[in-house]
């Protein structure tokens, strides 16, 4: 049987345009559109009504495409994923945040002993226990602080916390924990309280649009209308409460997926977005927002083990998160090719079937698209960049710069 993940709409013409620009490459390799691209830098911020977008790194993995991005207006500072990474970016971005806690006690020594990166690099707390490991590792030094974001858990608990809907992040849920852990950090020498961030995650990061596939999406649907509203209020009160007590910069939210309804809450300053910059595969069921798939991947066809079937080289490009059929790279040209059930996408070899698998031939390209945004520059050193039809440009990867940083 076959898993068939096609259907992503994608014109034919684009994947004319895109062998036509990359005749010469061999496959496999990578290729970002750049018409859709900066579209979808114009998409998510008539999104963002106005408000800044704070970069989420780990949905675009490349820094020249990160440059491209923030230096158009709407876009202001990097949301990094790890201290060692917001290190290196620091050289070049002036505005870093660092969305997740960090134990790397050699990075966190690089940064307190660095005025630049001290000055530029925003790192995550959300418990006491966050404030005594640091005090633990990094001298306190009054005239270089730590700049500190404290993250609040923007997920939703039903049944006094018995059900727990939403990404296992922050333990601070109230606005009084959060009031507290500003007081906490307010007596601490060496550290200064800068900013709050509250992700929902199960607004932003969870597909909800109608697939026969997938009939929990109604219930999904409901999940997040009672989510929006029990949200926006608590987070404008822990708002509130953390501005009394603490002079912070910033309150930053969302993702691409909730880009409008986070910019529409008041108590939100910024919005944190990546993922819609190469709209990858997961984001064709989402509702609220409908990016371009700007970014591919092309896989040579290097067999034919029977009618049907093609067989291309390469395989694996599965993305994180819940395992399931909707992590696997999405076929997308030619239009009409599925998974066979026992393989999937595979190790070095995926086999392909479906009617388009009898025009193919050995040597012929197969384009596929990312389940998830970043994740498809960790399997590449480079991303070759289209305009018009035309290879512009191939830049770096993070991991073609020489790094894996998770
Ligand atoms: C804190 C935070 N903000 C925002 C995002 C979402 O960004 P994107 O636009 O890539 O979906 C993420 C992704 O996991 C995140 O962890």
């Known amino acids: ?30 290729a970002v559109e750049l018409g859709a691209f900066d579209t979808n830098a114009s998409i998510l911020r008539r999104e963002a009504l106005g408000k800044p977008i704070r970069l989420a790194s780990k949905s675009v993995r490349c820094r020249a495409l990160m440059r491209r991005v923030l230096g158009q207006p709407g876009f202001e500072g990097v949301l990094a994923f790890t201290l060692p990474e ?31 990166a001290a000055q530029r690099v925003t ?12 005090q633990r590792h990094v001298e306190p030094s009054v005239s270089r602080p730590l ?15 018995r059900v727990h809907i939403g990404a296992r992040r922050s333990p601070v849920h109230t606005p009084e924990q959060a009031l507290d852990m500003a007081h906490e950090i307010e007596k601490r020498p060496g550290v200064r309280l800068v900013g709050l961030m509250g992700y929902e995650g199960q607004i932003a990061g969870v597909q ?19 989510s929006k509203a029990e949200l926006a209020a608590r987070r404008a009160e822990a708002v509130a409460a953390v501005r009394a007590a603490a002079d912070i910069e910033f309150v930053n939210g969302g993702g691409t997926g909730s880009i409008g309804f986070t910019a529409s809450d008041p108590s939100v300053t ?16 989402y509702r609220s927002i409908r990016p371009l798939p700007s970014a591919f991947f092309a896989l040579p066809v290097v067999r034919r083990p029977g009618k049907g079937v093609v067989t291309a080289l390469g395989g694996g490009w599965v993305a994180s998160g819940a395992p399931g059929r909707d992590r696997l790279p999405r076929p997308a040209h030619p239009k009409g090719l599925s998974y066979t059930k026992t393989e999937g996408a595979g190790e070095v070899q995926t086999p392909l079937r479906g009617r388009a698998a009898r ?40 991991r073609g710069e020489g790094f894996a940083f998770a």
């Open 1 to 30: 049987m076959a898993i068939s993940l096609t259907g992503s709409g994608v014109a034919d013409e684009l994947f004319g345009q895109l062998d036509r620009a990359t005749e010469g490459l061999q496959p496999p390799f990578a």
């Open 123 to 134: 790192i995550m707390v959300d418990s006491v226990e966050h404030l005594e490991f640091l």
């Open 147 to 161: 700049r500190l974001c404290l993250e609040i858990d923007m997920s939703l608990e039903l049944l006094g916390g």
């Open 86 to 116: 917001a290190l290196w970016l620091a050289e070049e971005f002036d505005d870093v945040v660092v969305a997740y806690p960090t134990a790397d006690t050699d990075a966190l020594r690089r940064l307190a002993e660095d005025d630049r």
């Open 270 to 285: 910024e919005i944190a977005a990546g993922s819609g910059l190469y709209s990858p595969g997961l984001f064709d069921g």
């Open 208 to 226: 909800d649009a109608f697939s026969a596939a997938a009939l929990q999406y109604p219930l999904v649907r409901l999940m997040q209308r009672i």
């Open 359 to 398: 025009d193919l031939e050995i040597g012929s390209r197969v384009w596929m698209r990312h389940a998830k945004a970043g994740e498809l520059c960790e399997r590449v050193n480079t991303l070759h960049l289209v305009a018009d039809g035309r290879k512009v440009d191939e830049v770096l990867t993070y």
